[in-house]
């Protein structure tokens, strides 16, 4: 889906259909399922927006949806909203990176609120994710020994010392080094650092 939508999960229909209406009515997309499984089913890992998702459902609960799709690599930042939370449930979806954890009856206006600031979230994981998804397609596209000159370029060795290491002329080091760099789109050495840092630490700006 190209469009952030909002996922709503709730096996009680009332609850969805009334979502639905009033986040349509405040200009949100959304899709409603009717259990965690019926989501699972039909998720997809580029599905951009967040999920409304109730607590306690027939079937897996809400925090087993969370947790499933963390591991499957989901992106969608998630609002919990129940009728029956407590503290150590609460604690449990916020600590797994919920945005908010939210009581009924509903209060509209926060509502809106944590659904805003899923919704920024979401935005920014998925810049991120497609940042370091084009930072490792540029290392995927080096050849193994411009990945070694790199490498070492990196850790802050200098032309002779890699030709000494690889052996092979300093020349030649310069001719891969050049390479590398063109491929990795880095102007300079500390930006090539820079994007390798990024890379190593899974994180990008």
Same mark, same amino acid.
């Given at each position: 889906?190209? %469009?952030?939508? *909002?996922?709503?999960?709730?096996?009680?229909?009332?609850?969805?259909?009334?979502? #639905?209406?009033? @986040?349509?009515?405040?200009?949100?997309?959304?899709?409603?399922? $009717?259990?965690?499984?019926?989501?699972?089913?039909?998720?997809?890992?580029?599905?951009?927006?967040? @999920?409304?998702?109730?607590?306690?459902?027939? =079937?897996?609960? =809400?925090?087993?949806?969370?947790?499933?799709?963390?591991?499957?690599?989901?992106? +969608? &930042?998630?609002?919990?909203?129940?009728?029956? =939370?407590? *503290?150590?449930?609460? !604690?449990? /979806?916020?600590?797994?990176?919920?945005?908010?954890?939210?009581?009924?009856? *509903?209060?509209?206006? #926060? +509502?809106? #609120?944590?659904?805003?600031?899923?919704?920024?979230?979401?935005?920014?994981?998925?810049?991120? $994710?497609?940042?370091? #998804?084009?930072?490792?397609?540029?290392? =995927?596209?080096?050849?193994?020994? %411009?990945?070694?000159?790199?490498? !070492?370029?990196?850790?802050?060795?200098?032309?002779?010392?890699? /030709? /000494? %290491?690889?052996?092979?002329? &300093?020349?030649?080091?310069?001719?891969?080094?050049?390479?590398?760099?063109?491929?990795?789109?880095?102007?300079?050495?500390?930006?090539?650092?820079?994007?390798?840092?990024?890379?190593?630490?899974?994180?990008?700006?």
């Amino acid at each position: 889906m190209s %469009e952030p939508a *909002i996922y709503i999960v709730d096996d009680d229909y009332s609850v969805r259909d009334s979502l #639905a209406l009033l @986040l349509n009515f405040r200009g949100f997309r959304t899709r409603q399922f $009717a259990s965690a499984e019926a989501f699972i089913e039909v998720w997809k890992p580029n599905w951009r927006g967040c @999920l409304l998702l109730d607590l306690r459902m027939t =079937g897996m609960d =809400g925090l087993g949806l969370q947790q499933t799709l963390i591991e499957r690599g989901s992106l +969608l &930042p998630v609002v919990f909203l129940t009728g029956h =939370g407590d *503290i150590a449930q609460a !604690r449990t /979806a916020l600590k797994a990176g919920a945005v908010d954890f939210l009581e009924k009856p *509903i209060d509209h206006e #926060a +509502l809106f #609120a944590s659904l805003n600031e899923a919704l920024l979230k979401g935005t920014r994981q998925m810049a991120v $994710a497609q940042r370091l #998804a084009d930072l490792e397609g540029r290392v =995927g596209r080096l050849s193994d020994r %411009e990945r070694q000159v790199m490498e !070492r370029v990196v850790s802050g060795q200098h032309n002779r010392e890699i /030709a /000494a %290491e690889l052996e092979i002329s &300093p020349r030649t080091v310069e001719v891969f080094k050049a390479r590398m760099m063109e491929k990795m789109q880095a102007r300079s050495v500390p930006e090539l650092v820079k994007l390798v840092l990024e890379i190593g630490n899974g994180k990008a700006d």
